[in-house]
Structures are given as structure tokens and as C-alpha cells.
């Protein structure tokens, strides 16, 4: 169903009104061109009902309220107009209230994507009935079947699943599509109580900053993006805010006219890049070694700041010279703590217990009289021992400016004269995007960064790393979401999940050269998989093993993965008992469900949604009924749980033990619902709003009138979000002395951990990613996020395809496209030893001769032959990222577990063949 239109009567009238005023005025070109009117503002405006047509097209009988969330970083508020019960358009609010007059406010807030959702709802690949698979799976083949029939079938299944294989065996895993609260509450919840596998929602897509929360211990803490106004050095690194940050990217650009130097380290002159003050073509992957580079010039020039780095840092920390452990209270004490360490107070000369570790029970990182040296060697019960810092120094010595240029591309005199700035500001911001943690090197180049701020003394009030994403305190959520804490869900690594559930190593192993990579990254494949068993041994990380039943919600798994035939075809061969998808369309993962249930959009459901670049906690009031017989996600669940409950009791199927707790099928929707006073989405949203003290007291009713609320002090978990203050991270530790979740209680830049020993990366360094060099083909790959879809979503819609190219097409250097016979617009075969697909040419002048973009999202069936570009991607992982039993290196979800690191794969490219394009059927 399109967008409303006018009705035939209607028009009729109308064109009757428009025929009377064309005669009337003697003029029949009236309706061509603009009639002039007399002087409007000395005289009434003339009513003139032909123009009543006009008019109506704007007319609306009710206006709701909502956002779009769909794993978008944006979160904005629209109005939502609706006629006759269908959405005819939406608009932003954009009635934010400024915080300061001094910082300019969020509005308006939203982008192409949120302007044309109310199309999107309605087209061709909405689900909008229960469906069962009626022929082989990813046949095609549907039979429309009731709501009941659907979850008996279903709960049946799950019941049987429990009884053949007891628990543990059934995937509940939810996407990035579910970002609002009551919307991820329930599937959440749901998982909870049957104990189902959800994997890391970071690192499945690769989006976790890994070095940060090495050095840092959280991940999560950022700015607000009204934070960036104030700095005086905003460098763009690995990120695109004016493609993927639309509604945040002017205060980049009002920080530039209010006085920042603003730059951006980039392979390609992106749309960031053309308006910063400098653009850095980086080389692919480099970015370690431009860091490192920073650093290197930081302390050769001693730009650095002793101040900042005693107190904030482990920098003076003590090492050990001749075992190159960090100096421990048992190394001194009988019985003494592994997380107990010491520094050297040049006041007393001699070493001094660090306050804030985990170890220690003075929690503060106040020095009192102690006067830390960051520079030294010493004597501790006849140990000899340094400083981390010294350590620090030998490294960063090896990456000159002059050095680092072979790798990064980047002229020496630029390095200094940045680092110059950086070190020069009261508030530095090195932004990194998402794409960094595609890369295996992405713990570098985070770890890098952060020595480089931390030298600075950048952190706090005076800047540090933007990691794009704030998590707010919302304990009604979280309760919620994860059963009150009485049972969970199996949280799993995501990056280490995907890999083997999906046989990715098959396809790891057909495109690396084990040689050539070692060389290149510091391990080869076989090392890799032996330190992924020690990390799952040892209990480090935890992997579930192979399912037999799977309910995918809001998740695209079969088109994001990498290795996605393969990983489609371990799968459906896991979950050979059920496979349940649940889900707003038909995408290219629901294609292949045993059985789909259509969930409601966002314009059809009650919710609210905050988001880290703003303190505006935006709700959705159900402008409209779902379409079809769509439902809630909560509602679906809560209709699932209670036919469970139904059959579980009708089959005798009691409590089922499950370690320390037991799996109540008889009881799960009592237990879901909490006793039936949670029955529906509207009245989850009522609890969540009404008894959660970040929202302040407001009232449902309050809030769905306005459309946003104003979060208070409470919804700050390191530190309050002050009213009217932007949100810098980690000043509660800058300011306040509180530690870092860190085993030092501090920003962390020695790891002595046996893994990043034999890996030679105790402190931050460089490492080169595979590309190229590791496989035997050419060419460096990359697909960065689109401006005209979230992953998946929107990709389709008529309105954005016409914005672009209309189908999946990859960017291409013309220098290599004349090499290879290639013109814009030719369709082209990308290839290599995993396989091959097919997009169209655009020449791209700014991106490197030997690179291929492309911006990913684009569904299966939009390629030709319906090979997308995950096909042929081959990963790996980063031993490193799997690493525990070391303080805050643990398995900790959505802030430590490895990546799939995505831009790994190479390929080759040439002009595509007619045979292969030309047959209709291929498309």
C-alpha cells in the first residue's frame, strides 16, 4: 500500500472548484502559472477554493509520534500524520530544548532514511500475516496460517527441542534491528527464561572498539555530540560523520566556525573530509602506525603532560626488568593480591602501593603527597624494576614520522605539525568510527589513540576518544530485558560465535596464505585456532557449540555474515528442528525460516528509545494499527510464551534443571508477563517511563504529548548528566578521582598478559592488517556504512534507490578501471578463491588505485544471480580480542570479546561477461 492519495471524489470536486476559478478569472492559464495577488499584507488574502485541492493534500486526521531505530545512531523525533488510518508523511519535531546558550541546540534531528519510512511501511516486502514454510526451505513457498496455529506449532517445537536435548540448544538471537526498549525487552526476556544463545550485538558486526576498553575499560563511555561544539581539535579518524552521523555531523562543522581544527585521516576524499581543514590519505589499514606515529613525536618533542599521565594513567607504574611482569603485592607479600600495584614516589624514594586497582580497597586515584616518576630505574626488595612509560618509550621510538610514511602515506612534516595541534588544544577529540573494528589491527589502532590523548592529557573535560556510543542508566530496561536478574540468557562472543557456528575457517583458509599472513599480522591460522581453543578452555571466552532449534529476531544474519552461503548452510543444518524468524519484512533472512511472524514498525507499536549522542529519550505512541495482522515484538512474545505455558502444561513438562536454575515452560508466561500485569507493549512502556528516575516522573501521557523526554542526572552510569552541560566521558575519573574499570584502576597501556607477551604487544604498537600482501589477489576492499540505508534496511525503497545508483555497485579509481577495460557504469565481476559477484562501475577519483569500495546492505536479491558481496569475504579473528583472566580483559558483553574483522578479504576485478549478466534469469 503506497502513500495516501486523494480519493476520486475528492478530485472530482476539486477539479469541478479548479474548472469554476479558471472561468472566473478569465484566464486559463491560472493553474500553470502563479495568479498575482493584490497587496496581502494591506488587504485580506482572497479565498479562492480551487485551491482547497492543494490544501487537502496536506490535511491529516491525527498525528502520532515516533523514531526510526533500526540499529541508527541518529534517534530523532518525528511527528507522524496520519489519514484514514494509513501514515501519509512524517516530519521532525525538532523542538529540542537547548541546554546552554553558549552550544547551539540538536535540532532538527533526522535524515533521507526517517523522511520516507512512511513508504517503506507499506511497500511490497512487508510481512503482514503468520506464514509457514509450505515447500523446501528458501523455496519460496508460504501458507498464511493464524496467530494460533503459528506459536502452538512453534511452542510445541521448542518443547521438543527441550525434552530430545535439554537446554542450551536453542538460538534466540536478537539483532541490531531491535534498539528500542520495550521493542528489545521482550525477545530479550524471552531468552532469559528459556536460557537461548545471544551472542555479542557488537562484535557479530564488528563495531566494538576493543583497543578503548583495553585502555580505558569501557568502550561505551563517549560524548555527547554537542561535547564536540567546545573542542579545539576534532580529528576525523575512520569515520564519516556527514554520510553516517547526519543528524549530529553540524556541530563538527559549528566546533570548525567556532574555532577547531577539524581533520580527517581517510583512504578516499569522502563527504566528511571535503570540509575539514585538512584531509590525511591515510593508507588503507594503517591507522597503528600513524597513531604510534603520533605518539613517537609526542614524547621525542616532549609535548607530553606529566601531570595527567601520573595520576590518570599506568603509565608510572612498576615493571619488572627481568621478567617484564607488572610489579604485584605478591611479588613482595606472602598471600599478597595479583591486583595489587606499585609506583615509585620520588618524594620518598621508594615504591609506593597504587591506589584505585582492583586489588586495593582505596578506591581513588588521588596521589595525596605521592609524587609518582614516570622515568627511571629502581631497586624494590632487591627487584630491579622501570617505569611503564620507559617501556612505552623503547617502542614508540621505533615508528618515526619517517618510518611510519612507508606504511600510512602520511608526509612526516604533517605528522609533527598535527601532533603539534593535538598536544596545543584544551580539548582534543580523536573520533573513531565503527569501520575501525573492521580491521584485525583495530585493538592498535584504538590502544594507539588513546596513548596519544592520555600523553596529551586529553581526557575528560579536555577531550579523549569519541567511540560513538554513550550507554545511559535505564535499570527498569535492563530489569526487564534480563528476568530481573534471577536467570539468564547464554550471553556468547560474537565475533568467536559466528565464526565457528558459521564454518568460517573453510573460507579463511581458501583466501589466506598462512606465510603471507603470519608476516603481515603476527600469527597464521593455525595459531590463531590453537589460541581460540585456549580461550574457550580456559574458560575465557564462552561458545555454546552447535544448535538445534533458532529464533531469529530483527537480525539479518544471512546477508551480514561473512562466508554467507556457507554460514546460511551450517545453519539451516543446525537448526533442523525449527527456525522461527521474526521480523517487519521479507528479508534475506527470513526467506529461508521455517516460520515467520510479522512484527509491527515503529509508527505501529508503543516504545521509547534513547540514544548516546543526545540526552532526548524519544517515544513512539502507535500513530497507526499494525498493518495486517503484525504485532509488537512484546506482544508476540507474551502470545509465544502463553501457548508454552499451555502446552508445556498440557505434555506434563515441568521445571527442566539448567545448572544453578531451571528452565518453568509451565510457568513462562506467568513469569514474561510478571504475573499478567505485563501484557502488551503500552504497558511495558508505562512501567518503563513512569518507574525509571532518569525520565524524571513523567507520565506516559506527558510524554506521548510531547513526544520526547528530557533525561535528568540520573541517566549518567560514570558520572550524573548534568543539565546543562554536554557529556564528556570519564570526567567523574578526571574529575572526581573515581578509577577506571581497569585491573590498575587506571588508563592502561601495559598488558602483561601471556597472550599479548607472545604476541609481542605488551604496550600499544603497530600492526599491519592482512590486505593484499596475505592472499593472491590485488586489490584492497572495503565497504564502509551507506548513507542511504541502516545495513539492510531501506537499501529497497524506490525513493533512496533513485538517489543512487539503483542497484549494488562498487567505487572504483579510473586509473584502474582503464587498466582493466572497465567504463563508468559497466557491470564488473569481483572475485577471488572464495567465489565472485557482480555490481555496476562508478569511478570514484579519489580512492586509491589499488581499492575497491562499497557500501554494504545491499540484499542478496538485488545482486545479480544473487550473490551479494559477503559471499567471497573471508575473516578471521584477533587472538588478542579473546584474551580473559587478566582484570577487565574478560568476557564482558558489548565491551570485550573479538570482532569479525571485515575488511580482510581481497579481490580482483574485471569487466563482466555477457553470458554471465545478459540472461534474465541471473538477475
Known amino acids: 500500500m503506497g502513500m495516501w492519495k486523494l480519493k476520486r471524489r475528492d478530485f472530482l470536486k476539486g477539479l469541478g472548484a479548479t474548472g469554476t476559478g479558471v472561468m472566473l478569472s478569465g484566464n486559463v492559464w491560472a493553474l500553470n502559472r502563479l ?60 523542538k529540542y530544548p537547548q541546554i546552554h546558550t553558549n552550544i547551539p541546540d540538536a535540532n532538527p534531528r533526522g535524515c533521507q532514511k526517517g523522511a520516507i519510512h512512511s513508504t517503506s ?114 580529528m576525523l579518524g575512520m569515520i564519516n ?45 594503517s591507522d597503528p602506525f600513524l597513531a604510534m606515529s603520533f605518539v613517537n613525536v609526542i614524547i621525542e618533542e616532549k609535548l607530553f603532560k606529566p601531570a595527567f599521565m601520573k595520576e590518570q594513567t599506568d603509565l608510572p607504574m612498576l615493571v619488572r626488568t627481568d621478567n617484564g611482569k607488572l610489579l604485584r603485592e605478591a611479588d613482595l607479600v606472602d598471600v599478597g593480591s595479583d591486583e595489587v600495584f606499585y609506583h615509585w614516589d620520588l618524594n620518598t624514594n621508594k615504591a609506593v602501593r597504587a591506589k584505585g586497582s582492583m586489588g586495593d580497597d582505596d578506591k581513588t586515584l588521588k596521589l595525596g603527597d605521592v609524587d609518582p616518576a614516570i622515568e627511571g630505574t629502581f631497586k624494590v626488595d632487591g627487584i630491579s624494576v622501570t617505569t611503564v612509560f620507559e617501556q612505552v618509550k623503547k617502542e614508540a621510538a621505533k615508528y618515526t614520522p619517517e618510518k611510519t610514511q612507508k606504511e600510512t602515506n602520511i608526509h612526516p612534516d604533517i605528522v609533527r605539525q598535527e601532533v603539534r595541534h593535538l598536544a596545543a588544544a584544551n580539548k582534543a577529540i580523536i573520533m573513531l568510527g565503527y569501520i575501525t573494528s573492521s580491521y584485525s589491527n583495530c585493538l592498535y589502532t584504538g590502544w594507539g589513540y588513546a596513548l596519544a590523548l592520555a600523553l596529551t592529557g586529553h581526557g575528560g573535560r579536555t577531550g579523549g576518544m569519541d567511540t560513538s556510543w554513550v550507554v545511559w542508566n535505564h535499570p527498569r530496561w535492563s530489569e526487564l530485558a534480563t528476568f530481573e536478574g534471577k536467570k539468564s540468557a547464554r550471553y556468547e562472543a560474537g565475533g568467536l560465535g559466528e565464526f565457528l557456528r558459521g564454518g568460517m575457517m573453510e573460507g579463511a583458509r581458501n583466501h589466506f596464505d598462512n606465510a603471507k599472513l603470519k608476516k603481515r599480522v603476527g600469527f597464521d591460522l593455525d595459531e590463531m585456532e590453537e589460541m581460540m581453543q585456549e580461550s574457550m578452555d580456559e574458560g575465557w571466552m564462552p561458545y555454546y557449540g552447535e544448535i538445534k532449534g533458532m529464533i531469529s529476531i530483527a537480525d539479518n544474519t544471512f546477508r551480514r555474515n561473512k562466508m554467507s552461503h556457507k554460514y546460511r ?45 543526545h540526552r532526548f529519550a524519544n517515544v513512539f505512541t502507535r500513530s497507526v494499527e499494525p498493518v495486517g495482522e503484525s504485532k509488537p515484538d512484546w506482544d508476540i512474545m507474551a502470545l509465544l510464551t502463553k501457548k508454552i505455558q499451555e502446552r508445556a502444561i498440557a505434555r506434563g513438562v515441568g521445571p527442566i534443571p539448567d545448572g544453578d536454575v531451571t528452565r518453568d515452560l509451565h510457568t513462562i508466561h506467568d513469569d514474561f508477563t510478571r504475573q499478567g500485569t505485563l501484557n502488551t507493549d503500552y504497558d511495558v512502556l508505562k512501567h518503563i517511563i513512569e518507574e525509571s528516575p532518569e525520565f524524571g516522573g513523567v507520565s506516559l501521557e506527558e510524554a506521548a504529548e510531547k513526544g520526547f523526554i528530557v533525561m535528568n542526572e540520573h541517566a549518567g552510569l560514570n558520572q550524573p548528566l548534568k543539565p546543562d552541560e554536554p557529556y564528556n566521558p570519564f570526567t567523574a575519573q578526571t574529575d572526581g578521582k573515581k578509577p577506571y574499570e581497569t585491573l590498575t584502576g587506571r588508563i592502561t597501556f601495559y598488558c602483561d598478559h601471556p597472550r599479548f607477551e607472545k604476541l609481542k604487544s605488551m604496550v600499544p604498537t603497530a600492526r599491519l592488517h592482512a590486505g593484499p600482501e596475505a592472499s593472491n589477489y590485488p586489490l584492497e576492499f572495503y565497504s564502509p556504512h551507506a548513507r542511504w540505508g541502516i545495513h539492510s534496511n531501506w537499501r529497497s525503497n524506490k525513493y533512496l534507490l533513485r538517489l543512487q545508483r539503483g542497484e549494488p555497485n562498487i567505487y572504483i579509481n579510473p586509473q584502474l578501471a582503464e587498466q582493466r577495460g572497465i567504463k563508468d557504469g559497466d557491470r564488473v565481476r569481483m572475485f577471488n578463491a572464495n567465489g565472485d559477484f557482480f555490481a555496476q562501475a562508478k569511478f570514484y577519483p579519489s580512492i586509491p588505485v589499488n581499492s575497491i569500495m562499497m557500501e ?9 544471480q544473487r550473490r551479494n558481496m559477503n559471499v567471497s569475504n573471508a575473516i578471521f579473528l584477533q587472538p588478542l580480542e579473546l584474551v580473559g583472566g587478566w582484570g577487565h580483559l574478560q568476557f564482558i558483553y558489548a565491551k570485550w570479546n573479538a570482532n569479525q574483522h571485515i575488511h580482510e578479504s581481497c579481490y580482483d576485478v574485471e569487466l563482466a561477461k555477457p553470458e554471465d549478466i545478459n540472461d534474465p534469469r541471473a538477475v
Open 241 to 285: 560523520p556527514n554520510a553516517t552521523r547526519i543528524p549530529d555531523a553540524h556541530y563538527i562543522w559549528e566546533a570548525k566556525y567556532n574555532g577547531a581544527r577539524i581533520t580527517s585521516t581517510a583512504p578516499d576524499y569522502n563527504p566528511s573530509a571535503i570540509h575539514t581543514d585538512l584531509w590525511m590519505p591515510i593508507t588503507q589499514g
Open 35 to 94: 495568479q498575482p495577488i493584490a497587496d496581502t499584507l494591506a488587504t485580506e488574502y482572497p479565498y479562492r477554493d480551487w485551491e482547497d485541492l492543494y490544501r487537502n493534500e496536506w490535511a491529516w486526521d491525527s498525528v502520532g509520534h515516533a523514531a526510526h531505530c533500526i540499529n541508527c545512531m541518529g534517534n530523532c523525533a518525528w511527528n507522524v500524520y496520519v489519514k484514514d488510518g494509513i501514515v501519509i508523511r512524517e516530519e521532525q519535531i525538532a
Open 569 to 613: 548452510d551450517e545453519h539451516l543444518r543446525q537448526a533442523s528442528e525449527l527456525y522461527v524468524n521474526v521480523n517487519v519484512r521479507m528479508d534475506s533472512t527470513a526467506e529461508w525460516a521455517d516460520y515467520i511472524l510479522p512484527a509491527a514498525s515503529h509508527y505501529e507499536a508503543w516504545d521509547i528509545r534513547t540514544q548516546g549522542y
Open 856 to 864: 554494504h546492505g545491499w540484499e542478496p536479491h538485488q545482486y545479480i
Open 121 to 234: 511501511m507499506y511497500e511490497a516486502d512487508r510481512l503482514r500475516y503468520p506464514l509457514k514454510r509450505a515447500g523446501e526451505r528458501g523455496e519460496g513457498k508460504w501458507q498464511r496460517i493464524s496467530w494460533d496455529q503459528a506459536t502452538e506449532e512453534v511452542a510445541d517445537k521448542i518443547i521438543d527441542i527441550f525434552v530430545k536435548y535439554g537446554p542450551g540448544k536453542l538460538k534466540t538471537h536478537q539483532g541490531s534491528g531491535n534498539q528500542t526498549m520495550v521493542r528489545q525487552s521482550g525477545p530479550n526476556r524471552f531468552a532469559s527464561l528459556v536460557g537461548g544463545i545471544q551472542l555479542d550485538g557488537f562484535t557479530v558486526v564488528g563495531d566494538l572498539n576493543t583497543g578503548a576498553h583495553l585502555a580505558y575499560g569501557n568502550p561505551l563511555e563517549s560524548f555527547t555530540s554537542d561535547a564536540w561544539f567546545d573542542a579545539d581539535y576534532i
